[in-house]
């Protein structure tokens, strides 16, 4: 009964999607305010009947009701409860619906903080953000019905994949689907700005907050997928330019691009149609991730089951959304125009710079993940691997960084270079020395760790000299009344800078530093790796709630104390019979100590030697430190007060020759 | 409408074009136009003996599988595992096709995870690659006794295809 009531829902959301989607759209052409006043409500049932469906989804994997085949094949009753619950996204048909659901919970949130936005603004951007929900209903519907019964059901479920089964799963998806999905507004708003003609620094204003919002639950997402991978996988690596991390690292590339571009559009109104441009792009890449993922065109240890009419269906899609917002921005591009000019050297041609960096990045992620496809398809076969972007970024990447020291300190229009010379020179040699000194200390040096800790260190010590500047220059007398008067969205930009430079920090040293070894150990060995001795003490059988475990003892020892033990494990789930590695990992500030089981290498079996991979990861845990202060940055950017200040028409009015002067 | 606004649909569309080509061309669905074929020939230096070389000559008369993997390939981590399983069982020797590779990285790579293969030989320009039609790594073919392909699996060896598909197939072409 639950489900066919989840069912019911879904059928009845599309309904609305087609009223919000349509009416709006027309009440804002014809300039009729009742027909725009249905964008609001139609809205907010189409988040309360998605929630619904969810909930019925949710509630059956939670009471394992296995006559949903859904349920059936992803679920089983011995996995513990929130496995169960993150199981509702753990196959092809839920991450789908978790898919449409944040979509109906940004729409939502739109309708609650939208109310100073003019009515016709708002009626479109809800309009557009109820179309693209029609296609995903539509798709969820007819080739992806995650309510489909199976009767008579099976005694018991097929399990979860074991790979899945892990407190990673429970927050990544969400997190990443909300960050993916956020950019349906800031697509919404830029669809919107094209049908209105009307593109001005108040737009900007507007869109900045929720384009913000969601590159930062993007970051949070990627970075949890990252941790997930190093210790999940058991490889000890954090990233594998896998189709899937790409199709998440290319809206990121692009949403990062949107955000500095925004901040242009914002203050001095130029970069216009390049800014919705980016905005359409930004959502694009995300769907077309969604097409990558669900088609099965490029195999991937994410893919899902595959199947050719859900390939076709999200092609058409594809076509549909991303060819028509396109052939709306040829046709009405020109309309929004382009702005007052800047010179050569400014804060607008740095970010300038930074927004074509970012793009040739994606493209180049965008290129190395179809490269595939475009060989097949003209007759050859080849394959891209992680060598061709371990090459490729680094290069486009360094550029963009050092820019990165320069762009905050530039002024706007025009940035005479001798100025910022002046001001940057002490960032630059403190950078440079301290960069030729620092892999002394850490033990060997290397031309490549040198460059890297440069880049980052020059970020720190120019982000200080912006800071201190700034500061020097301040009307307001005590550090405390200097502190307030500058605005969060300032403090927003510094941090998430800083996070870039402590991510190259982890990069860096972990490329250069990292140890690896495999050994084979005896009950009772030692083996030394880099500066530490691991001691392995047995090996005893440990029972999951749906797994069979062996659980190895590891003493690490640094110095003559025992410094913490390990238990990595080697698991068997009963239900599918696979085995899993489960890696024992004791993070640190300065290193990660890793230890992972291989397999019995002696005739005594599990009670004898094992071969046993051992990792010792200086800094690590920095990679993922960076993204998360980079998305600390974005989020303290969000509280800033002008984000929220209400609107008055004749103000938003006033604001565009404000921003054009 | 000035044409350097057309330009991003433009990109768009020849895109869409690649997509709609790639999704004809499942890589999972479409048998391998070389299955029921001769195995095309080589000759390649050994990966732990560069001086001595192996050819498919060599394996005539065995049913043999070869496995293309390389060490930058994420997705040979997956399978090897399973590979290492199926050598321990001794059911049928593996030949392993270092593709695209560099040698000591290649050999490195065995020497930590384990080397689950009878042979191994480098394919440093991946040539042996385009003329048995790999089109991503790791790939993994059945060869008979008499040198004909008789499956190809592409991408990761799984629990699946070894039970349902390679071992029951090995075994039909061990009686033959």
Same mark, same amino acid.
């Given at each position: ?81 929130? +496995? ?92 990443? +689907? ?29 869109? #900045? ?146 927004? &074509? ?34 090459? &490729? ?65 020059? &970020? ?52 250069? +530093?990292? &140890? ?20 392995? #003490? ?124 | ?176």
């Amino acid at each position: 009964m639950i489900p066919e009531v989840g069912q019911f829902a879904l059928i009845l959301a599309l309904f609305v999607t087609l009223v919000q989607g349509t009416v709006p759209l027309v009440g804002a052409a014809r300039n009729n305010v009742r027909l725009m006043s249905v964008a609001v409500p139609a809205a907010r049932l189409q988040f309360v009947l998605v929630g619904l469906a969810f909930a019925c989804l949710a509630w059956s994997f939670a009471t394992s009701d296995f006559s949903v085949a859904n349920v059936a094949l992803h679920s089983n009753s011995r996995l513990p409860l929130h +496995y169960r619950v993150a199981a509702t996204w753990g196959s092809h048909e839920g991450s789908l619906l978790l898919w449409v659901l944040m979509l109906a919970g940004w729409g939502f949130a739109v309708t609650l903080f939208s109310r100073n936005l003019p009515a016709a603004l708002r009626a479109r951007v809800l309009a557009v953000m109820g179309l693209v929900a029609i296609g995903f209903l539509l798709f969820l519907l007819a080739t992806s019905n995650p309510f489909e019964r199976a009767i008579p059901a099976p005694a018991e479920g097929a399990d979860l994949n074991p790979l899945l089964q892990d407190p990673g799963m429970v927050v990544h998806p969400p997190m990443l +689907y909300m960050g993916y999905v956020g950019f349906s507004v800031a697509f919404a708003f830029a669809i919107a700005a094209l049908l209105g003609g009307r593109l001005d620094a108040t737009w900007a204003r507007w869109s #900045r907050p929720w384009t913000t919002v969601a590159w930062c639950f993007l970051t949070c997402g990627i970075m949890l997928g990252s941790v997930w991978a190093y210790y999940e996988l058991g490889w000890g690596g954090w990233w594998f330019w896998d189709p899937v991390e790409n199709a998440s690292f290319m809206p990121w590339l692009t949403g990062t691009a949107l955000i500095h571009s925004l901040a242009v559009t914002e203050k001095r109104g130029t970069f216009r149609s390049w800014t919705v441009l980016l905005a359409i792009v930004a959502f694009s890449l995300s769907l077309l991730g969604t097409f990558l993922v669900r088609s099965g065109v490029l195999t991937s240890v994410h893919a899902f089951a595959t199947d050719p009419t859900r390939g076709i269906f999200i092609l058409v899609f594809l076509a549909i959304v991303i060819g028509g917002s396109l052939a709306l921005y040829a046709v009405r591009a020109n309309a929004v125009g382009g702005g007052a000019g800047f010179g050569a050297v400014s804060r607008e041609s740095l970010l300038l710079a930074n927004n &074509v960096l970012l793009i040739v990045a994606m493209a180049s992620v965008l290129l190395g993940t179809i490269y595939p496809l475009i060989v097949a398809a003209t007759g050859g076969t080849i394959s891209v691997g992680a060598p061709y972007f371990n090459l &490729v970024f680094p290069i486009l990447m360094a550029p963009l960084v050092f820019l990165m020291g320069v762009g905050p300190l530039a002024s706007w229009r025009d940035a005479p270079v001798p100025a910022l010379w002046t001001r940057l020179r002490w960032a630059l040699a403190v950078a440079i020395v301290t960069a030729a000194l620092l892999p002394f200390v850490m033990g060997t040096w290397m031309p490549l760790v040198a460059v890297g800790l440069f880049l980052a260190l020059w &970020v720190v010590a120019a982000t200080f000299v912006t800071a201190r500047q700034r500061f020097a220059g301040m009307p307001q007398r005590g550090w405390r009344a200097r502190m307030t008067a500058n605005s969060p969205a300032w403090y927003g930009m510094l941090v998430a800078h800083l996070g870039v430079a402590i991510f190259i920090v982890g990069v860096t040293l972990v490329r250069g +530093y990292e &140890v690896e070894q495999d050994v084979r150990l005896e009950p009772g060995q030692s083996v030394a790796v880099g500066g530490y001795t691991f001691t392995f #003490r047995g090996i005893a059988e440990r029972a999951g709630p749906n797994y069979d475990a062996l659980a190895g003892t590891f003493d690490v020892h640094h110095g003559d104390r025992i410094d913490r033990t390990l238990h990595p494990e080697k698991r068997t789930y009963r239900a599918s019979g696979q085995v899993m590695t489960e890696a024992a990992i004791s993070p640190g500030l300065f290193g990660d100590h890793y230890v992972s089981l291989g397999e019995p290498v002696s005739e005594a079996g599990a009670a004898g030697a094992w071969s046993v991979r051992i990792y010792v990861k200086p800094f690590v845990d920095w990679i993922w430190g960076g993204f998360f202060v980079m998305a600390l940055g974005g989020l303290l950017a969000v509280t800033d007060r002008r984000y929220r200040v209400a609107l008055r028409p004749r103000e938003s009015a006033a604001a565009l020759p404000a921003a054009a002067d | 409408m000035k044409m350097r606004w057309l330009l991003p649909l433009g990109i768009f569309v020849v895109l869409l074009v690649f997509l709609a080509m790639g999704l004809t061309r499942d890589p999972r669905e479409v048998p391998s136009p070389l299955i029921g074929k001769a195995a095309p020939a080589f000759e390649l230096a050994q990966l732990h003996a560069p001086d001595k070389k192996l050819g498919t000559a060599d394996m005539r008369g065995k049913v043999w599988l070869l496995n293309v993997w390389a060490s930058w390939c994420e997705s040979c981590r997956t399978e090897h595992p399973l590979l290492l399983q199926l050598a321990k069982a001794n059911i049928v020797p593996i030949v392993g096709l270092d593709y695209k590779d560099k040698p000591e990285e290649g050999k490195a790579w065995l020497a930590q995870r384990g080397d689950p293969y009878r042979m191994s030989v480098v394919d440093l320009d991946g040539r042996v690659g385009i003329d048995w039609g790999v089109y991503g790594v790791p790939e993994t073919f059945v060869i008979d006794k008499n040198g004909v392909i008789r499956y190809k699996q592409i991408g990761p060896v799984t629990v699946d295809a070894l039970q349902q598909t390679i071992l029951p197939l090995v075994r039909e072409l061990q009686r033959s």
